[in-house]
Structure formats: structure tokens, C-alpha cells
């Protein structure tokens, strides 16, 4: 019987680090909910102790979710490891997560600590964490940069502690394939007791070989789980991506030799649901999940398609489940084709009342648009309004006249702690003047990083959807709003934007 291969998704906690990736409890449920759709083996749903925030969504996750393994991650100290237990108490399955890092630069420079106290506080980490689970997971950061000997008397020593699952982090994404597999490799050989542990890699996507590292790891390295993230969501140019690897791992079996746990029918949903909750919109060239990665655009290409699939295909579209693209429900739908359909995308909603709120955004949306794709639905169940996050800042109703040869003009209603205020401004476009007219009351002082438009399903029929990144005071974050029509989804997201600017999530960073 062939091997398997652990799929451990990091989304909603390597993934969510990425500046302006935050994401609230519901959302973070909504995706973990998909993952466990896509039988994914290990949930890393948050950093427990990172903020109270991240708390209530392990534990949140770790009740709701029955068929994958839920983790938290955890620096190495008690407190730390206490909270993450914590927040993980009634899990099916649960894992602590526990690292600390090992390379001379960071125990120096950032820990100011001496190699013989990350060595006992690592020791004393794993086995405080085996005293509260029996699966507990162990990270020397920055490892891949750490020396070897120092790293071999770390890890021997945590697996004898009781560590289940040792892995290997290339956190800054140095490494390249060869030398990162035979790191691995060198690792299990050295180490006596490396066969008490499961081995895993973590890579970042610094030189764009998160994917290639991650594999050699396992084909030369030997290892048994992939830490990655939906898009390769992630700090910086981000982690492993799940498709990619999970493709890879499937579609070259001969190579690999190993099974996946995965239904691979979930992951196009489930990159929808990361991009539309984050704002990271995926590259249309993006392999399996981008727009064109089974678009045939060249006569040549197209010819032998349609003679023979298999001339230029190498994975079946539906299989990662690009068929999910149909029209789903229209003008006539009712409310139970509506509740059914929102069963099946795995949105959950807390009470009929919400479903109501939610079916009657949906009449209107039907009534502007005569086709809805479930795109739309994950979009419009997204919105403040039915979702009730207590937000300081709701979208109400917007006009704004433009013509050309003159500057255009918009006015528009928000509410600002439950008072419904007005604005207007001029602005070089429509959605500038509306802009300005928000930010004339608001007076964030925010700087715009990034805005970006885009067609929720792909005609001019569709809903735009609007990414809006802000930056204040060190702060980063992504608003995220949807409509027919561009200048409302632009203020949606503006607003949207504001709320996480002003919402008190600070937390501890993982790496910092
Ligand atoms: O990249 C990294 O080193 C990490 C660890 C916290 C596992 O994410
Ligand atoms: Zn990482």
C-alpha cells in the first residue's frame, strides 16, 4: 500500500499573516468549513494566544469542524501552549502546534537568546504541550537556515520529549529544491529516533519555489505531511500553494507513489472563497485555479482538444471542480433552492432571521441580474449587512453623476455607529467623489495602497468586486465589497476597509 500524504492547510493562520489577509471568526469558520469539505488531514485555524480574536476562532473551528484534525499554533512557553489547549478543548482530533527558532541569526538577533536556551525551552515546550494533547507538533523556525549538528540535537530531543510530527520551516523561502530534500533527508538519517515522528514541510515562496521545495522535500526528504495555504496565501510572496501541490501529488502518482485524503472536486470553490473573503484576487495564469489554467486560447491547442482532450490536457477541469461554474439560481429561485444552495457552499447561517436577510439581498440581486452564479451568493453572504458584524461603518445608498467634460460628483449615505450620515464630493471619476465624500466624514487619514476591480463572473453583466487596501500606522488591511455596480461595490469596500482599520485586532506576530 502506497504512502499518504498529510495535507495540513495553514490558511487561516500563516496564510491570514499576510498584511491585510485578516480575517473575523465567521469567515474563518465559513473557510474551514470548506477545507474540511476538501478533506483536508490538519486545520491550522489560528495562533490561540496571538489575540482574543484568534482565540474564539480556534475554538469556534475546533467545535464545528468534525473530519480534520484542528491546530493551533504555539511559541514556546506554557502560557502559549496553555491557551492554544484551551482554545482547542472539545476538538475531534486536536494538535498543538509548538515552535521556537533554531538558526544562529534569529536566536541572536531576535530571540537574544543562547543556543542552550532554545534547546531547553524547546524540550520543555513539547513536553508541557504532551502533558495537555497527544499530538503535538514541533518547528524549529528559520530551520532550514540552522546548523545542522545544533538542529539534529533540537530535534532528537523534542521527538523524545514525545513530538508527533517534526517539521521543517524554510521561513524565509531560501532554499532550492535539491539541497532542501537532501537537508531532509540528512535530517532522518542522522537523527536515531527520526523514525518516532512524522516529517513535514513548511516553505515560503520567496524565490517562487515553495512548490518545488515542498515536493523535493517529500520525494528526496522523505516527508510525510505539506504545510500549505489555499492560493498560496501567505506573508510576503506567500506559502506553499494547496492546489499545486495536491495536483502535483495526484496527477504524477507514477512519480510520487503517494495517496492524498483530498477531494480535489472542493479546491476551485474553496480558492474562490480565500480570494473573495481576503481581497488577494488569483492570477488569471495561476496553475489550476487561475481563470486560464484549462483556457485553450490557440487555434493549434484548441484543435487537438477537441480530437483528443489528453493532447494538451493533463488534468480533467472538473476534477478540481471548474464544472461548479454553471448558473446556479435566477429571479424565480425560491427561498428553499436558495437555503439548499447555501448547504452546499457550506455557508452556515445562525438563525432562519438571517436567512431571510440573506434571501431577501438575494431577490434583489436577482432582480438586477438574471443569472447568479455562486460566486454571487459567497459575495452577497459576505456583506456586513447579513452577516450583522457589529461594524462603526454600513453602506446605505449612494448617487453620483459623471459626464463627460465635467467632474464628476457623488453623494452618499453611511451609517457611522448606527447614525445615518451623508457626504458629498467631487472627484476626478465617479468613484473617487465617492470616496472622498466617505473619507470627508470619516477622516481616517488612511493611505490607499491598492485598489483593484473585478468581474465576479467574468461579463460586464456581472458584479464587480471591489479590493480596497489601506494603510495606517503600520496597519494594513483589505476591505472587500460586491455590486452590479462598480462605484456601490467600491464604497462597499472602502467601508468595509474602514471597519477592520478601526477594529481593535491587535495581536502578537508569529515571526515577529
Ligand atoms: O515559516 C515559519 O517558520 C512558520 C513557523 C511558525 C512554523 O510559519
Ligand atoms: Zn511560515
Same mark, same amino acid.
Not at 528526496?220 to 510525510?224: F, L, P, Y
Given at each position: 500500500m502506497a504512502d499518504k500524504l498529510i495535507i495540513f492547510d495553514t490558511t487561516l493562520r500563516d496564510g491570514e499573516q499576510s498584511p491585510g489577509a485578516s480575517m473575523n471568526k465567521d469567515e474563518k469558520l465559513r473557510i474551514a468549513r470548506q477545507l474540511e469539505r476538501l478533506k483536508v488531514d490538519v486545520i491550522e485555524a489560528g495562533f490561540a494566544a496571538s489575540s482574543n480574536g484568534d482565540f474564539e476562532a480556534v475554538q469556534c473551528i475546533a467545535h464545528a469542524i468534525k473530519d480534520s484534525t484542528i491546530c493551533s499554533l504555539s511559541r514556546a512557553n506554557d502560557r502559549d501552549i496553555s491557551r492554544a489547549a484551551e482554545a482547542l478543548k472539545g476538538a475531534n482530533s486536536a494538535r498543538i502546534h509548538t515552535f521556537i527558532a533554531t538558526s544562529a541569526l534569529h536566536m541572536e538577533k531576535k530571540l537574544r537568546m543562547t543556543p542552550e536556551q532554545v534547546f531547553e525551552q524547546a524540550r520543555l515546550a513539547v513536553r508541557f504541550a504532551r502533558n495537555l494533547v497527544a499530538d503535538v507538533e514541533f518547528s524549529p523556525e528559520d530551520g532550514y537556515r540552522s546548523d545542522m549538528d545544533f538542529l539534529c540535537r533540537v530535534l532528537e530531543t523534542v521527538i523524545s520529549e514525545g513530538a508527533t510530527t517534526i517539521n521543517v520551516p524554510d521561513t524565509v523561502g531560501y532554499a532550492v529544491p535539491e539541497l532542501y530534500g537532501n537537508f531532509i533527508k540528512t535530517l532522518r538519517e542522522r537523527i536515531p529516533n527520526s523514525d518516532k515522528a512524522i516529517w513535514s514541510v513548511h516553505c515560503h515562496n520567496d524565490l517562487g519555489m515553495a512548490v518545488a521545495n515542498s515536493l523535493a522535500g517529500v520525494k528526496?526528504? !522523505?516527508?510525510?505531511q505539506v504545510e500549505c495555504t489555499i492560493n498560496g496565501l501567505?506573508?510576503?510572496? !506567500?506559502?506553499?500553494?494547496l492546489e499545486e501541490i495536491v495536483m502535483a501529488v495526484k496527477t504524477r502518482r507514477d512519480y510520487f507513489g503517494l495517496d492524498l485524503g483530498i477531494d480535489t472536486k472542493h479546491i476551485l470553490a474553496a480558492s474562490r472563497m480565500v480570494s473573495q473573503t481576503t481581497g488577494f484576487v488569483v492570477q488569471p495564469n495561476k496553475a489550476v485555479v487561475g481563470a486560464n489554467a484549462f483556457a485553450h486560447a490557440s487555434g493549434i491547442h484548441q484543435d487537438g482538444v477537441l480530437k483528443a482532450r489528453d493532447t494538451y490536457e493533463i488534468m480533467r477541469a472538473e476534477d478540481v471542480g471548474w464544472t461548479a461554474n454553471k448558473i446556479v439560481l435566477g429571479k424565480l429561485s425560491g427561498r428553499n433552492a436558495f437555503k439548499q444552495r447555501l448547504i452546499e457552499l457550506g455557508v452556515q447561517m445562525e438563525s432562519e432571521a438571517d436567512i431571510n436577510t440573506a434571501f431577501a439581498k438575494f431577490k434583489e440581486l436577482a432582480d438586477r441580474k438574471s443569472e447568479i452564479f455562486d460566486e454571487d451568493i459567497l459575495a452577497l453572504v459576505s456583506d456586513e449587512s447579513v452577516t450583522?458584524?457589529?461594524?462603526q461603518y454600513g453602506f446605505v445608498s449612494l448617487s453620483q453623476h459623471s459626464e463627460t467634460g465635467e467632474r464628476p460628483q457623488a453623494s452618499i449615505v453611511f451609517t457611522m455607529d448606527g447614525k445615518e450620515v451623508t457626504g458629498s464630493s467631487d472627484g476626478n471619476g465617479p468613484v473617487d467623489a465617492s470616496l472622498k465624500a466617505i473619507e470627508a466624514h470619516v477622516k481616517s487619514g488612511a493611505e490607499m495602497v491598492l485598489y483593484s476591480v473585478n468581474a465576479i463572473s467574468g461579463s460586464t453583466e456581472s458584479q464587480g468586486e471591489v479590493t480596497v487596501r489601506l494603510q495606517n500606522s503600520g496597519r494594513v488591511v483589505n476591505g472587500v465589497g460586491a455590486d452590479p455596480d462598480i462605484v456601490v461595490a467600491s464604497a462597499k469596500a472602502y467601508l468595509s476597509a474602514l471597519n477592520k482599520l478601526h477594529s481593535k485586532a491587535d495581536r502578537v506576530a508569529a515571526q515577529g
Open positions: 528526496i526528504g !522523505g516527508a510525510r501567505g506573508e510576503r510572496a !506567500g506559502n506553499c500553494s450583522h458584524e457589529k461594524e
